[in-house]
C-alpha cells in the first residue's frame, strides 16, 4: 500500500531510496472502516493523511442543520482541514469515510520534523500546498459563476469515480443544488452520452 504513496511522492520530486524509507518509518497505516469519523466538529486536526485506497468527504453543518460537502478525497489524494492544522483550533468541519479505506498517517511534530531533514519532502509540501490553493480557487470562481450543467461536467472530471461510491444527495450538496435537478442534469447527459456513443457504432459499422 505504501507504493501508492512513493508514486505520488515521486510523480512531483525526485528522492532517494534512503529518504524514502525514513518518511515510511515515519507514518502510521491505518485501515478505517465505511462511515468511520476521522475528525468531529470541535476536535483539532494534527495529522497528513494520504488515502492510499477509499474515499473520504470533508463536510460541515450549517445553523439549519443542512449537510454541506465542501470536498470528496479518493485514492491518492490527501484530505484534511486545513484551518484547524495550521492554527491548532478547534474544527468546524467533519471528515468520513464513505468506504472502507486504507490511509497513510504523518502526525504534524513528525511531518514537520521529516520536512526539516529532507529537502525534497519540503518541496513536495510546497507544491500540495500550491495544488489546494489552486484547486479552491477553481472551485470557488464554478459556484459562483457556473451552472449545475458546467458545474456538474466540472465534478465529472475531477472525480470520475466518485458517482459510483457516494450517496446522491452528497454530491448535490458538494455541488450546491438540489437532489431533483442533479437527477435531471443525469438523466440529460447520461442520454447525450447513449446518443453519441450510438453515432460511433454507426459510423465504425458503414467504415
Known amino acids: ?22 518518511i515510511r518509518a515515519g507514518s502510521v497505516k ?10 468531529q466538529d470541535g476536535e483539532v486536526w494534527r495529522i497528513n493523511c ?19 460537502t465542501l470536498r470528496f478525497g479518493v485514492d491518492g489524494w490527501w484530505i484534511s482541514d486545513q484551518e484547524s492544522y495550521n492554527n491548532e483550533k478547534p474544527s468546524d468541519y467533519n471528515i468520513e469515510a464513505l468506504a472502507a479505506s486504507t490511509v497513510f498517517i504523518w502526525t504534524k511534530e513528525k511531518w514537520l520534523e521529516l520536512m526539516e531533514a529532507i529537502p525534497a ?10 495544488k489546494s490553493y489552486e484547486a479552491s480557487q477553481r472551485r470557488i470562481y464554478s459556484l459562483i459563476s457556473c451552472s449545475a450543467e458546467e458545474k456538474y461536467k466540472e465534478f465529472q472530471k475531477t472525480y470520475p469515480s466518485v458517482f459510483n461510491r457516494v450517496p446522491l444527495y452528497m ?37
Request: charged share 35%.
Open 1 to 22: 500500500m505504501f507504493e501508492a504513496f512513493e508514486k505520488h511522492l515521486r510523480d512531483h520530486v525526485d528522492i532517494s531510496d534512503e529518504n524514502l524509507e525514513l
Open 30 to 39: 491505518r485501515t478505517v472502516r465505511k462511515w468511520q469519523p476521522i475528525l
Open 50 to 68: 494520504f488515502i492510499a485506497s477509499g474515499c473520504f468527504r470533508l463536510y460541515r453543518y450549517s445553523d439549519d442543520g443542512a449537510d454541506h
Open 121 to 130: 519532502l519540503k518541496k513536495f509540501n510546497e507544491v500540495l500546498l500550491a
Open 171 to 207: 454530491v448535490a450538496s458538494y455541488l450546491g443544488i438540489s437532489r431533483e435537478t442533479l437527477s435531471r442534469i443525469r438523466k440529460e447527459y447520461t442520454k447525450h452520452f447513449k446518443k453519441l456513443s450510438g453515432l460511433h457504432e454507426g459510423t465504425d459499422k458503414s467504415s
